[in-house]
């Protein structure tokens, strides 16, 4: 069996897992990256990249109105009942997280090579301590030859190239700018990455986790690399979206397919391993979810920012704002459960005003041919021709089309409230009384199909504030630590605001960090 030996062992390479191993090795800590894949990112290098730190110095030369109180507020508002805080154990995660937050960006600006701005994006619920246009941040975005090789070639590219085998662009925004700055760090401190390794297992030394046993292209599968780490081991892998049968026995709506996370990865090792140690786990807030464009393939494109249009079940019904924040869209997908097909597929009616395109921002969007070939668009002259191309009843289309466009001309929609939220006309360009309201009145028709796609499942591994993970006793699993979507997520079922996910991850990785180091 190979063995190595560091200080800390990071499995995963999102934007959590590389924050804690770029803060490890900034403070002198060696430091092992452990991949699966080829390339380093994730799902966080397809994302926007935004981050969700609130109180930070970011913000303040922004001239925001933030603050640690202003989101604590925000979170007390929407974080309730039994995953709320009102539990003293989640309260005390995000009393950590809003403590940390603004220390974490200050800590991560010292660097030379990381550098944020405020991202102008709405926050997802109207509430007490709420930002206008959103407190979020991002990375400055680098060029790809300003980069070292050997980080420009790690980094996985936005995911409509990444899944059709394409390369990276010049130029790195968002997610893909995080992932390289911080790879960057890492190497630049004397990191090691190690890609192609599958993490099966957890080393024990009595009751202390010293390091993990991993599986590689090459090597035979009775002859595991083993790694070792003297200050301990961060799991923040992911989670198990791309795990059929976890979903299913952890009622987790949607299918792999029509996941976000990077085609075959996250399939929940890391987390079954912690598990088999007597680690404690929570699966109730289920996944980061979000409306999907079928693609031809079968999978599922992440899609936001609906400019017009509207979205119907399978009775022709508009069951929900259209203009809601994404998470809030897809759990309205999900509200008839996995068993109902009602709404899992829907229809996105739109028409022409777009020469045919979609008027939405779908990642990847697609060949609109090759989705017309393949049956997930449809495309009628009229709107009875599309009812009978979608197998939708015609007169309840008809019906909801007359009705909706009605809420057009007179600027308020008198079923869900579209338009009436910052969120809802922040990608609009309507120019009738209501911008997040433009009829759909222009052959010829359209229609897309959509079902529930996710950024990864958020349910897994219980941490305490410093991430270290814990035994259904509370006691802690001693240098086992983890982050990010591996782990249970501090806000349950809410999703605060673009970039929670990796904000979260981040700040509970730099904690655990912070504990290792003592």
Not at 19 to 44: I, K, P
Not at 246 to 267: F, K
């Amino acid at each position: 069996m190979t063995e190595h030996s560091y200080d800390v062992l990071v499995v995963g390479s999102g934007g959590g897992a590389l924050t804690g191993a770029a803060l490890a090795a900034r403070a002198g800590l060696s430091v092992a990256v452990v991949e699966r894949t080829d390339l380093l990112g994730g799902t966080s290098a397809y994302s926007g990249g935004a981050c969700w730190l609130p109180g930070s110095q970011v913000q303040q030369r922004a001239g925001l109105p933030d603050s640690t109180e202003g989101a604590r507020a925000y979170l007390d508002a929407i974080m309730t009942g039994d995953q709320g805080l009102e539990d003293p154990a989640v309260a005390a995660r995000i009393e950590a997280f809003l403590a940390h937050s603004p220390e974490l960006v200050a800590e991560l600006e010292t660097d030379p090579d990381l550098d944020f701005e405020w991202l102008p994006f709405p926050e997802y619920y109207d509430a007490p301590g709420r930002v206008p246009m959103g407190r979020s941040i991002q990375p400055v975005k680098i060029r790809r030859d300003e980069l070292p090789a050997p980080v420009a070639a790690l980094v996985r590219p936005p995911v409509e190239l990444d899944r059709v085998g394409a390369p990276g662009r010049r130029t790195l925004t968002g997610g893909q700018a995080l992932i390289a700055r911080l790879a960057l760090i890492v190497l630049r401190e004397g990191g090691t990455v190690l890609t192609g390794h599958t993490m099966t297992e957890l080393v024990t030394d009595g009751d202390r986790v010293v390091g993990v046993r991993c599986r590689t292209p090459d090597g035979a599968p009775d002859e595991p690399v083993e790694i070792r780490a003297t200050r301990g081991v961060l799991v923040a892998a992911g989670g198990f979206e791309g795990n059929a049968a976890q979903r299913a026995r952890h009622d987790v709506p949607g299918e792999v397919a029509w996941s976000m996370a990077p085609r075959g990865t996250n399939q929940g090792e890391p987390i079954a391993a912690a598990v088999a140690l007597g680690a404690a786990t929570d699966y109730r807030a289920l996944g980061w979810f979000c409306p999907g464009l079928e693609q031809p393939d079968g999978g599922g494109s992440f899609t936001l920012g609906f400019r017009s249009g509207v979205m119907v079940d399978a009775a022709a019904q508009r069951y929900a704002n259209e203009s809601l924040p994404y998470d809030r869209f897809g759990r309205e997908m999900a509200a008839g459960g996995a068993d109902d097909p009602t709404r899992v597929p829907s229809w996105f009616v739109f028409d022409s005003r777009e020469g045919g395109r979609l008027p939405g921002i779908a990642m990847p969007e697609g060949d609109p041919a090759e989705h017309l070939a393949a049956g997930t668009w449809v495309q009628a002259d009229t709107v009875a021709g599309l009812a009978e191309a979608t197998g939708l009843p015609a007169a309840a289309l008809a019906a909801t089309l007359e009705r909706f466009n009605g809420f057009c001309a007179r600027g308020v929609d008198e079923d869900f409230g579209r338009g009436a939220d910052e969120y809802d006309t922040f990608f609009t360009g309507g120019e009738g009384p209501n911008r997040a309201l433009t009829p759909v009145d222009q052959a010829p028709y359209h229609a897309a199909r959509f079902v529930l796609s996710d950024l990864g499942t958020k349910g897994g591994l219980v941490t305490d504030p410093a991430g270290r993970v814990l035994r259904e006793d509370g006691s802690p699993i001693e240098g086992l630590y983890a982050a990010g979507n591996s782990t249970a997520s501090m806000f349950g079922p809410v999703y605060p605001g673009p970039g929670a996910p990796l904000g979260s991850a981040m700040v509970v990785a730099s904690l655990a960090v912070r504990d290792m180091l003592g």
